[in-house]
T-cell receptor, first 109, second 113 residues
């Protein structure tokens, strides 16, 4: 079993829909990251969370430390949100990240 | 403020050769981590360097090595290349203190033929 599990693996939505991507982890962590990867490879860090909730524009990320679960929400989705979204966790004392397999999101106009 | 720079962006090598990839972190960042991304295995941790010292190493064979210079720039080297080493190699830089944001480079896409 992977230490970081994401669901769903693939997600197709219509423009304007509310999107939720889930991440569960099985190890103790010091922080959880949500990352976005577009075709071509570059990765952009969207959020780093150790507790609670963060919001940036149309993106919201939440984390429940007790339940070892995090969600990434996209409100009013747009075709430019189409990308792979990756959850990664960091354990204390190291910069090492352990990644989920990613969720491929396609938003159709 | 310049981002994380990886060079080269693309590379084609022959089996048995060796390759060196470079990563220049954001100014002021002292930690550089390297990751390999393949379609089958996803993103996997290779190693982490902080202030010229390897602080952590992933589960990769000894053909994979790295180093960090006094200006925090890092290189990774893969010797005796195998077809399975074809991948996107990403580096990430952080300040090195606990729970600081990671910034990724665009990656180097290595193809071994």
């Amino acid at each position: 079993k992977n230490e970081v599990e994401q669901s769903p693996q693939n997600l197709t939505a219509q423009e304007g829909e509310f999107i939720t991507i889930n991440c569960s982890y099985s190890v103790g962590i010091s922080a959880l990251h949500w990352l976005q990867q577009h075709p071509g490879g570059g990765i952009v860090s969207l959020f780093m969370l150790s507790s609670g909730k963060k919001k940036h524009g149309r993106l919201i990320a939440t984390i429940n430390i007790q339940e070892k679960h995090s969600s990434l929400h996209i409100t009013a989705s747009h075709p430019r949100d189409s990308a792979v979204y990756i959850c990664a966790v960091r354990q204390g004392g190291s910069e090492k990240l352990v990644f989920g397999k990613g969720t491929k999101l396609t938003v159709n106009p | 403020k310049a981002g994380v720079t990886q060079t080269p962006r693309y590379l084609i090598k022959t089996r048995g050769q060796q390759v060196t990839l470079s990563c220049s972190p954001i100014s002021g960042h002292r930690s550089v981590s390297w990751y390999q991304q393949t379609p089958g295995q996803g993103l996997q941790f290779l190693f982490e360097y902080f202030s010229e010292t390897q602080r952590n190493k992933g589960n990769f064979p000894g053909r994979f090595s790295g180093r960090q210079f006094s200006n925090s720039r890092s290189e990774m080297n893969v010797s005796t290349l195998e077809l399975g080493d074809s991948a996107l190699y990403l580096c990430a830089s952080t300040r090195g203190a606990e729970n600081t944001e990671a910034f990724f480079g665009q990656g180097t896409r290595l193809t071994v033929v």
